[in-house]
């Protein structure tokens, strides 16, 4: 599908942009290979504005990595990292990754044709720069064995807090809107962006939470964080861990979707669990469902799907 959007900002006539969501995570793909089109935080909050502009949660442009110095960085660190994910916030933020918008840029890639089909065959890996680092995404099978899902190599994990913080199960207090006025305990956790998960009783409570207004974390995040809300729920099958997660996103609001998100989400949970608690869990969101894998080496793993549904010219 193509069509034309109308905004009143100069500098923006003329350009193509690609909408593009995984899980209902929802994004505007810039495809600027020669990283000529450093958007300004007005333009891209203009971008993704939903009643002005195309809508989205965040932005994406498709980089060159030798084009842009945060590029050449992931480029020192591995050389096959020849596409970099310049993402942005829908306020016009910049961000360190995220794990949704990876799968949809390699889609994106892919039906551009800027990445070849056989470079993800037979079990291969691209390599994408970002700025927490290359992520490698690989082809994957949904819950029930079906083609279509990619699959990230999330990297490393952390726990700021160390071991007090998982001792404890917490290490920050978290205040809800429409709850019951009492802050609840949340667990930080960094996978190159901040996140703070915070369990819930139930179903009832997850629906009744306002996220219109942002939660409030004590202490303060110095650069804000992402809350995840969680209700963790019976095993699906042996070995394999679910839950029901909702988020708030810094610089966005609620979002339907966080692939980052889901990974603390789940990485959490199975702290609390404790020791014999599973490395697979399957993540319901409200735009859908992703799956997140415990690695070797403190590294994690997230799969879901990715459509690129739409382009569009800026009128």
């Known amino acids: 599908m193509s069509t034309g959007v109308s905004t009143a900002l100069p500098g923006l006539t003329g350009l193509r942009v690609t909408k593009g969501h995984g899980t209902e995570n929802d994004f505007v793909l810039v495809t600027d290979p020669a990283g000529e089109r450093d958007l300004t935080d007005e333009q891209v909050r203009a971008l993704c504005d939903r009643r002005a502009g195309v809508g989205g949660d965040g932005l994406i442009r ?10 050449r960085a992931a480029l020192a660190e591995d050389a096959d990292a020849t596409w970099f994910m310049d993402y942005r ?26 990445v070849a089909a056989a470079e993800l065959a037979d079990g291969r890996e691209l390599a994408v720069g970002t700025r927490s680092g290359v992520k490698r995404v690989a082809a994957a099978l949904d819950d029930d064995g079906r083609p279509g899902w990619f699959a990230v190599d999330m990297g490393s994990w952390t726990v700021p807090g160390g071991d007090a913080a998982v001792a404890d199960g917490f290490d920050a207090t978290v205040g809800v809107h429409g709850l019951d006025g009492v802050p609840r305990p949340g667990l930080s956790l960094d996978l190159g962006n901040p996140h703070v998960v915070v369990a819930l009783t139930g179903r009832g409570e997850l629906e009744a939470a306002d996220l219109v207004v942002a939660p409030e974390v004590t202490p303060t995040p110095a650069d804000g964080a992402n809350v995840e809300l969680v209700v963790p729920l019976d095993a699906p099958e042996p070995g394999v861990g679910a839950l029901l997660m909702r988020v708030s996103e810094r610089g966005v609001g609620e979002t339907r979707s966080c692939g980052t998100g889901a990974c603390a989400a789940a990485l ?12 697979v869990w399957r993540v319901a969101v409200p735009g859908g469902r992703l799956r997140v894998r415990a690695l070797p080496g403190g590294r994690v793993e997230l799969a879901g799907p990715a459509a690129v549904v739409a382009d569009l010219v800026v009128a």
């Open 89 to 114: 916030n829908a306020d016009g933020s910049r961000a360190q990754m995220c794990g949704n918008g990876v799968r949809v840029l390699v889609a994106h890639l892919l039906r551009e044709g800027l």
């Open 62 to 71: 498709a980089v060159r990595s030798d084009a842009l110095a945060e590029g």
């Open 268 to 279: 959490a949970v199975r702290l609390w669990a404790g020791a014999d608690s599973p490395d």
